[in-house]
């Protein structure tokens, strides 16, 4: 059974940073890409970063550049997102999301997400 469980989240001022984890089970995480997105309330589901399987390739959505950085480490099947000078913009719900493959992102299956909120 696929599951894939996010942490990390919660209130950060302006500026402030947070680091979210997923910690997945039930594949061989190494074999798929990995995608990060978000949902605010009302909003269609958005990509925000993705990583290889192999750690090969990265990808960011142009909001978050030079903010956020995605990592994974295959020996413990997990992903995080390191987010950096935080705004209000981001906050909203953050999801993890497998891949169809190594090089191919996919944003199902994914978790039930971790709530970040950007508040002074």
């Known amino acids: 059974q696929v599951q894939l469980v996010e942490s990390g989240g919660g209130l950060a001022q302006p500026g402030g940073s947070l680091r979210l984890s997923c910690a997945t089970s039930?594949?061989?995480?190494?074999?798929?890409?990995m995608s990060w997105a978000r949902q605010a309330p009302g909003k269609g589901l958005e990509w925000v970063s993705g990583i290889y399987g192999d750690s090969s390739g990265t990808y960011y959505t142009d909001s978050v550049k030079g903010r956020f950085t995605i990592s994974r480490d295959n020996d413990k099947s997990t992903l995080y997102l390191q987010m950096n000078s935080l705004n209000a913009e981001d906050t909203t719900l953050y999801f993890c999301a497998r891949g169809k493959n190594s090089f191919t992102y996919g944003l199902s299956p994914r978790g039930q997400g971790t709530q970040v909120t950007v508040s002074s």
């Open positions: 039930g594949f061989t995480f190494s074999r798929y890409a």
